[in-house]
């Protein structure tokens, strides 16, 4: 969504999501660790199982197989911070969700006409047309009225629905340029160009 609104929302879910993703790291470090250990393991074995043979054959075989592990691990880190910026990825749709239908803290419509100048900047055409959600092509009507009236921009209503949580996609007349001014796109960018701080806020750096 627009950006302040997203930090916003998403400021506010990082602070419940916290708890939550201390228990997903706490687990993947468990497994990082079982893995490990299960590699040192291994290569004890080697060891008894190699006295015959060079000592230096042996250690070769067992970094490769602490290294292989450590790989492994670091995987399991990972994959478990994903999984932590999926699900509040997932929480903060539900809430743009709630403010597309007017329960949100957010005023939707102020949303829906702020993307629509963007777009109107954007494109620099005379005419644009523009493509919402069937549900919100009165209010989309509406304020494309309005803003046309201000800027002398001929806005028009594009025959073609878009399936989102919210906004709006627009389009120059050519339709050579696009904007996309969707919830979705916005969540992607927003979380695309902030996930270190994302996860640095919500594990501690870690």
């Given at each position: 969504?627009?950006?302040?609104g997203?930090?916003v ?7 419940m999501a916290?708890?939550?993703?201390e228990?997903?790291i706490?687990e ?22 190699k006295?015959?043979k060079?000592?230096r054959e042996?250690?070769?075989?067992v ?13 399991i880190?990972m994959?478990?911070k ?6 509040i990825?997932?929480?903060v749709?539900e809430e ?6 007017g ?23 005379r005419i644009?047309?523009v493509?919402?959600?069937?549900k919100d092509r ?6 494309s009225e309005r803003i046309?009236r201000?800027?002398g ?10 399936q ?7 389009r ?7 904007f ?8 992607r960018?927003?979380?695309d160009r ?5 996860l640095d806020m919500i594990?501690g750096?870690?």
């Amino acid at each position: 969504m627009v950006s302040e609104g997203a930090e916003v929302i998403v400021d506010a879910i990082l602070s419940m999501a916290k708890k939550r993703a201390e228990e997903i790291i706490e687990e993947a470090k468990k497994e990082a660790e079982r893995i490990i250990e299960e590699a040192k393991k291994e290569a004890e074995r080697i060891m008894m199982a190699k006295r015959e043979k060079a000592e230096r054959e042996a250690m070769e075989e067992v970094m490769r197989r602490k290294s292989v592990a450590e790989i492994e691990a670091k995987k399991i880190l990972m994959g478990a911070k994903k999984d932590i910026i999926r699900e509040i990825e997932a929480k903060v749709e539900e809430e743009l969700a709630k403010i597309s239908e007017g329960v949100g803290g957010i005023n939707y419509e102020e949303v829906l006409e702020r993307y629509i100048r963007e777009g109107i900047n954007v494109l620099g055409s005379r005419i644009v047309y523009v493509a919402c959600r069937d549900k919100d092509r009165e209010i989309v009507r509406k304020i494309s009225e309005r803003i046309s009236r201000e800027t002398g921009v001929d806005i028009r209503l594009d025959d073609k629905n878009i399936q989102s949580l919210g906004g709006v996609i627009m389009r120059n007349e050519d339709d050579s340029i696009r904007f996309y001014g969707t919830f979705e796109g916005r969540i992607r960018d927003y979380f695309d160009r902030n996930q270190r701080r994302i996860l640095d806020m919500i594990l501690g750096g870690g």
